[in-house]
């Protein structure tokens, strides 16, 4: 066993730990983590500075994801009806697909667009992988794969590279990603023996998820640092959450902060529309606002293009007037890449204090 799998398996699961370390009745904890499910590394804990803060709102359970809201659904990106392979390879756009390959995650993040798949345990068949390789194959439009999850990262090195070493050896696909969150929640999995490895398979990009500056410390910069030094270009995704990180000062100091460490912010994503996640939702104003706090006032190259994923699959959109094209009180509509018109239910505005 590698060393970052012995730190993975000393990550807290258990919601008496909780409990206890907070002060938070055990019984409420434990019926959000009988719901979804629930773990967090002990270097993301350690980042929490105090009850509520940006760091434990995105990874300790609470009740309000338990509560309903009739805007919110369990498969808000439609990814079940545009999947190739079901469960493990999803279309939705003409010339790139997303391929899943793992069911885990080092820390489950509460907000997380695909809780309904990893908020129970669930095993991932490789043979079922295989077969989503093999119909990229089938499909010469598919130059850009996307490697996904759960996530990919906890995946063995020799796991991990059997797929990159499939991939690769399709002569259509030109670009691979990986989709990842562990220089946040467990950089020790970045290994100098893991990027050895990935070096081997460019062109091959790395996109991170850091939501809060917080998640920036000495060992994840080095993480980044050891991805960025085998040549692989790094781009972060953020999605904007009520309470982590929808205020322009910190949006800006995380923004700034991963362009020191070399990673690109490329999407602000809208908080999607799952179901469990209502106490995380922003209007859609506020992330505008956000975008509006930053342009020009710092280093372009730091200013994400904010996004909304669209309900039913219709894909990612942005906010010029061509995509946003009106309103009626909640519901916004908008027009996709395919001229396609979706309308979204954005959350009122709350009322300034
Ligand atoms: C987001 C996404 C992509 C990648 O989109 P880019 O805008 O190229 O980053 C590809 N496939 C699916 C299914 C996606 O959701
Ligand atoms: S790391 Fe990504 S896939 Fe895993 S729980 Fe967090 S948001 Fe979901």
């Known amino acids: 066993m590698e060393r970052w799998q012995k730190i993975l398996q000393s990550a807290v699961s258990d919601p008496a ?21 629930f773990r967090v590394t002990k270097h993301f804990l350690s980042l929490i500075k105090e009850k509520g803060d940006g760091i434990f709102r995105q990874c300790i359970p609470d009740p309000a994801e338990l509560e309903d809201d009739p805007d919110l659904m369990k498969d808000p990106l439609g990814e079940g009806p545009h999947a190739l392979v ?12 997303m391929l899943f390959v793992s069911g885990e995650c080092a820390s489950y993040c509460r907000f997380c667009t695909r809780k309904r798949r990893f908020g129970q345990k669930i095993d991932f068949d490789p043979a079922r992988v295989e077969e989503g ?3 990229i194959r089938k499909h010469p439009e598919l130059r ?15 796991r991990l590279e059997s797929i990159l070493r499939r991939l690769r050896e399709i002569p259509h696909v030109e670009i691979i990603r990986i989709g ?13 023996k893991l990027v050895r490895m990935l070096k081997k398979y460019h062109p091959l990009y790395v996109n ?49 902060k991963l362009l020191k460490a070399r990673v690109k912010p490329y999407y602000l994503f809208q908080c999607d529309l799952v179901y469990g996640t209502r106490h995380f939702r922003t209007p859609l104003q506020r992330g505008i606002d956000l975008i509006d706090s930053l ?27 061509e995509h946003r094209i009106g309103s009626d009180g909640r519901i916004i509509h908008f027009r996709n890449y395919r001229g396609e018109l979706c309308d979204y239910r954005d959350v009122p505005e709350e009322v300034p204090e």
């Open 17 to 37: 730990v909780i409990a206890k370390k907070f002060q938070l009745p055990e019984d409420t904890l434990r019926r959000v983590a009988g719901t979804f499910r």
């Open 86 to 97: 079901p469960g493990i390879l999803v279309k939705r756009y003409p010339d790139r697909c």
């Open 133 to 135: 390789i093999d119909c």
């Open 144 to 158: 850009d794969v996307l490697v996904s999850g759960g996530d990919p990262f906890l995946l063995t090195d020799s």
């Open 180 to 192: 990842t969150r562990t220089p946040s929640v467990l950089p020790e999995r970045i290994t100098v």
């Open 208 to 256: 991170v998820h850091v939501n809060h500056p917080a998640e920036l410390v000495p060992k994840s910069i080095a993480a980044l640092e050891r991805l960025a030094d085998a040549g692989i270009p790094l781009r972060c995704q953020t999605v904007l959450l009520k309470g982590v990180n929808d205020d322009p000062a910190i949006l800006k100091e995380l923004l700034q």
């Open 295 to 321: 342009q020009c006032w710092t280093t372009g190259m730091a200013v994400p293009r904010f996004m909304v994923d669209l309900p039913g699959g219709f894909g990612k959109v942005g906010f010029s007037p």
